[in-house]
């Protein structure tokens, strides 16, 4: 893991200008983006194949402040409008130059997406509470910013980009998930533009030259030691550290003994590396935190802790339920919903089968609900009827769900138990500029490493909205590789 002294190298078993490590969404479009400058390229990737987690995700992209979908789709929408959203969702202590450049390049790094790489996105509106799209619809709200309180703070737009089969993908809607249908195109163009790849190869150590300039990589591929030179720069792109124990315990012990919302190869061998070299890190403390529940069943119930009272409105970001149920609510909260609830959520949905929402424990009465759900005598009767009685005149005036979910919670009564339902990935990693330089403690560029993805700190602080992730990994990502390639 520390350094190694270019003079220890026996040889250079190969050599490219630019070398990056990981072949997930970051590391694609870096490998485009340095190809297009016309560099060199060689990707090592410690897996059988590309792909990654972005491969495996349901492929949301976020993006907006105007892009070519949003206005095919009828939505108006700013970088201002943009930045303001992220500014106050993604959680405190964000970069706002990223925030402010991602929101200003938004439409541009579309257009980049689709016509240089051929990502192909069918210009419909999807308007359901969900998770993912029921169909192939390339556009939706995925963040919550048409709820409360992101509704006073910035006009509500969709911004959930999410791409379709296409003529660079060749495979209907429904054989591959979403985010296959981001990767394939970003790697044909990539193997179109010269980038070669070698997989089953996982890099363990930084070269640094006598003038301190990271100047190549260690790597191990079936059990031989591989040095690989790269000329002008590093980009390292292999992923968060959610699935390294002892890094999780330290930084986001709460995700601890959770299934990870990524893959194995995210054991955050890049901060480590960055970190031997006197990287800046930060907000290694941040996760996301998904609740596995059908937002048709969430919109339409109430959310309660383990003292029976509601916390934040139902009919808001998924994840942001997630979030402030596992970090601020000790995990211990339950979906409480009635028969017609139930019943018409399951008539709505068409969400995968694991998403699917039955009833933990039922009962004819809030109190006979409240004594099998372990509640406080008392807590959960007092907040149905303080619920009730707002809803039925279409108010919310303590959490502010909007009018058109407020229903009273009458009849028979089911709960779910939603602390087996939380899962997450980490957040944090290396701190890089803006060109996806890592940055050393001191604040300057270490020379010759470049960082993108969910290795380095992007515009989720905290906070997050679905397709934060694909989007800042592939606009950071590019950055990155144009800038390693034109130095």
Same mark, same amino acid.
């Given at each position: 893991?520390?350094?190694i !002294?270019?003079?220890?190298?026996?040889?250079?078993?190969?050599?490219a200008?630019v070398?990056?490590a990981?072949y997930?969404?970051?590391?694609a479009?870096?490998?485009?983006?340095?190809a297009?400058?016309?560099a060199e390229?060689l990707?090592l990737?410690?897996?059988?194949g590309?792909g990654?987690?972005?491969?495996l995700s349901g492929g949301?992209?976020?993006?907006g402040?105007?892009?070519a979908?949003q206005?095919a789709?009828?939505?108006?929408?700013?970088?201002?409008?943009m930045a303001a959203?992220?500014?106050?969702?993604?959680g405190?202590?964000g970069?706002?130059h990223?925030?402010?450049?991602y929101?200003?390049?938004?439409p541009e790094?579309?257009d980049?997406?689709t016509?240089?790489?051929?990502?192909a996105?069918r210009?419909?509106?999807f308007g359901?509470?969900a998770w993912?799209?029921?169909g192939?619809?390339?556009?939706?709200y995925?963040?919550g910013?048409n709820a409360?309180?992101f509704?006073a703070?910035?006009d509500?737009?969709?911004?959930g980009? /999410?791409?379709c089969?296409g003529?660079?993908?060749?495979?209907?809607?429904?054989e591959?998930?979403?985010g296959r249908? /981001?990767?394939?195109?970003?790697?044909r163009t990539?193997?179109r &533009?010269?980038?070669?790849?070698?997989?089953?190869?996982?890099?363990d150590?930084l070269?640094?030259a006598?003038?301190?300039?990271v100047?190549?990589v260690?790597?191990r591929?079936?059990?031989?030691? &591989?040095?690989?030179r790269?000329r002008r720069g590093v980009?390292?792109?292999?992923g968060?550290f959610?699935?390294?124990?002892?890094?999780v315990g330290?930084h986001?012990p709460r995700?601890s003994?959770?299934?990870g919302a990524a893959?194995?190869?995210?054991?955050g061998i890049s901060?480590r590396?960055?970190?031997?070299?006197g990287a800046?890190?930060?907000h290694?403390?941040?996760c996301?935190v998904a609740v596995g529940?059908d937002?048709?069943?969430l919109?339409?119930?109430?959310?309660v802790?383990?003292h029976g009272?509601r916390f934040i409105?139902?009919?808001?970001?998924?994840?942001?339920i997630?979030?402030?149920s596992l970090? %601020?609510?000790g995990?211990?909260c339950?979906?409480?919903? !009635?028969?017609?609830?139930?019943e018409e959520?399951?008539?709505?949905?068409?969400a995968a089968e694991?998403?699917r929402t039955?009833?933990?424990?039922v009962?004819e009465t809030?109190?006979? /609900?409240?004594?099998a759900?372990g509640?406080?005598?008392?807590?959960l009767?007092?907040t149905?009827?303080?619920?009730n009685? %707002?809803?039925e005149?279409?108010r919310?005036?303590? %959490?502010?769900?909007?009018?058109?979910w407020?229903?009273?919670?009458?009849g028979p009564?089911?709960?779910?138990?939603?602390s087996?339902?939380t899962?997450g990935?980490a /957040?944090?990693?290396?701190?890089?500029?803006t060109?996806g330089r890592v940055? %050393?403690?001191d604040?300057s560029?270490?020379?010759g490493l470049?960082a993108?993805?969910?290795?380095t700190t992007?515009i989720?602080?905290?906070?997050?909205?679905s397709?934060?992730?694909?989007?800042?990994?592939?606009f950071?990502?590019?950055r990155?590789g144009h800038?390693?390639?034109r130095?």
């Amino acid at each position: 893991m520390r350094p190694i !002294d270019e003079s220890t190298v026996p040889e250079w078993d190969a050599d490219a200008e630019v070398v990056i490590a990981g072949y997930g969404v970051a590391g694609a479009a870096a490998a485009v983006a340095a190809a297009q400058q016309g560099a060199e390229v060689l990707v090592l990737e410690r897996a059988g194949g590309w792909g990654g987690a972005a491969a495996l995700s349901g492929g949301f992209i976020y993006l907006g402040g105007g892009t070519a979908l949003q206005r095919a789709c009828g939505y108006d929408d700013t970088p201002a409008n943009m930045a303001a959203f992220l500014t106050a969702a993604l959680g405190p202590g964000g970069d706002p130059h990223k925030i402010r450049l991602y929101s200003e390049g938004s439409p541009e790094h579309y257009d980049w997406l689709t016509g240089t790489c051929g990502v192909a996105f069918r210009p419909a509106f999807f308007g359901e509470p969900a998770w993912e799209a029921y169909g192939d619809e390339g556009l939706m709200y995925s963040g919550g910013e048409n709820a409360h309180p992101f509704t006073a703070i910035a006009d509500p737009a969709p911004r959930g980009h /999410l791409p379709c089969a296409g003529p660079l993908t060749g495979a209907p809607n429904g054989e591959q998930g979403r985010g296959r249908l /981001l990767m394939e195109p970003l790697v044909r163009t990539a193997s179109r &533009l010269g980038v070669t790849a070698r997989y089953d190869t996982r890099v363990d150590g930084l070269v640094v030259a006598a003038d301190g300039r990271v100047c190549g990589v260690r790597a191990r591929s079936f059990g031989r030691t &591989l040095h690989v030179r790269a000329r002008r720069g590093v980009i390292l792109t292999t992923g968060s550290f959610t699935y390294d124990e002892a890094m999780v315990g330290a930084h986001t012990p709460r995700l601890s003994g959770r299934p990870g919302a990524a893959v194995e190869e995210h054991d955050g061998i890049s901060i480590r590396l960055g970190q031997a070299l006197g990287a800046q890190v930060s907000h290694l403390d941040a996760c996301e935190v998904a609740v596995g529940v059908d937002p048709q069943h969430l919109i339409r119930g109430i959310v309660v802790n383990a003292h029976g009272q509601r916390f934040i409105n139902e009919d808001t970001y998924a994840g942001r339920i997630g979030q402030a149920s596992l970090l %601020h609510q000790g995990n211990g909260c339950w979906l409480v919903l !009635d028969e017609t609830g139930f019943e018409e959520a399951d008539a709505a949905t068409r969400a995968a089968e694991q998403l699917r929402t039955s009833p933990t424990v039922v009962a004819e009465t809030p109190t006979e /609900l409240a004594s099998a759900m372990g509640l406080p005598e008392g807590a959960l009767e007092s907040t149905l009827d303080l619920y009730n009685r %707002h809803a039925e005149q279409g108010r919310d005036p303590v %959490h502010h769900k909007a009018a058109a979910w407020l229903r009273p919670l009458k009849g028979p009564l089911g709960a779910v138990d939603l602390s087996p339902r939380t899962a997450g990935f980490a /957040l944090g990693g290396l701190t890089t500029d803006t060109e996806g330089r890592v940055l %050393h403690v001191d604040g300057s560029p270490l020379p010759g490493l470049y960082a993108a993805g969910r290795a380095t700190t992007g515009i989720a602080t905290g906070g997050y909205a679905s397709g934060a992730s694909l989007g800042d990994g592939t606009f950071f990502g590019r950055r990155a590789g144009h800038e390693a390639a034109r130095r």
